[in-house]
């Protein structure tokens, strides 16, 4: 009796220990795959902006923030870049831009007329190198400063350049991967170094040389003729010129010439 008594609670042990081995090794599985699928989704993905996207992030910050604040132009640049990065409203930058009731109306057709247009394009190709508003890591939506929403999934993080930043924290979310594995680089070298934007000044029409009568020969230059000044001039000779010359006899000429040859005397001057 007592060894059968001992039999079934050995049994029972020996069961449960089978069990637990078991849900420790399912424990062991799952956790492998977790930090398998963490090591797999740090990939470093890598974005080459063209001259089109260049000016799309140009419109962005120009219509969406003071354009006296340059914290406030990178705060929407960054708003943008991140936006891309999240892979959620567009796979470009004039995507993202353009996507329908995000941005200003007419972001991207009207006009760019400003002073301040030099500073925008200094703090677009700035966000392009890889700078960031240091507060804004996940932030991808903002509004006009001062303004008052109900929502218990805002979550603000900055203001700047007249607006408030702020992230969606609902209950999927999910930070945006760092900008370590998001490389940002030109397309082309031309998109990397653009002609400068800003509006330059509208050459004045060069006067064309005047043809300078001189009484005086031009004297001859000393330097040598690479550095010489070329100087057109009509020189006259020092010989006296005749201004009137008569050279008809006064039966030639008519009555008021011969009249006026007969007469030796000086016209007056006037």
Request: charged share 20%.
């Amino acid at each position: 009796m007592i060894a059968k008594r001992w039999k079934t609670p050995a049994f029972l042990g020996a069961a449960g220990s089978l069990m637990l081995l078991a849900g420790c090794s399912q424990t062991t599985q799952g956790l492998a795959l977790h930090d398998k699928t963490e090591t797999s989704s740090s990939k470093t993905y890598s974005y080459r902006y063209t001259q089109k996207d260049r000016e799309c992030l140009q419109r962005a910050i120009f219509f969406e923030a003071n354009r006296s604040s340059r914290e406030g132009m990178v705060g929407v640049g960054t708003v943008v870049m991140n936006r891309l990065k999240s892979g959620k409203h567009g796979d470009t930058i004039c995507e993202v831009v353009g996507a329908p009731r995000q941005f200003a109306p007419g972001v991207l057709s009207r006009k760019m007329n400003s002073k301040a247009l030099p500073d925008v394009v200094e703090a677009a190709d700035s966000v392009l190198k890889g700078e960031r508003h240091p507060k804004m890591k996940n932030a991808m939506f903002f509004h006009t400063a001062g303004l008052k929403f109900k929502y218990n999934n805002m979550h603000y993080v900055a203001v700047a350049g007249g607006n408030a930043f702020y992230e969606k924290r609902g209950r999927n979310f999910e930070p945006l991967p760092p900008d370590s594995q998001f490389r940002v680089a030109a397309a082309t070298p031309e998109a990397a170094n653009p002609p400068s934007m800003v509006a330059a000044k509208k050459e004045e029409p060069v006067a064309a040389p005047v043809a300078v009568a001189s009484a005086v020969p031009t004297p001859q230059s000393s330097r040598p003729e690479a550095e010489t000044d070329t100087v057109m001039t009509a020189s006259i000779s020092d010989a006296a010129q005749p201004v009137m010359a008569f050279e008809q006899t006064p039966q030639d000429t008519s009555a008021i010439g011969s009249l006026i040859v007969s007469q030796a005397r000086p016209m007056s001057a006037y």
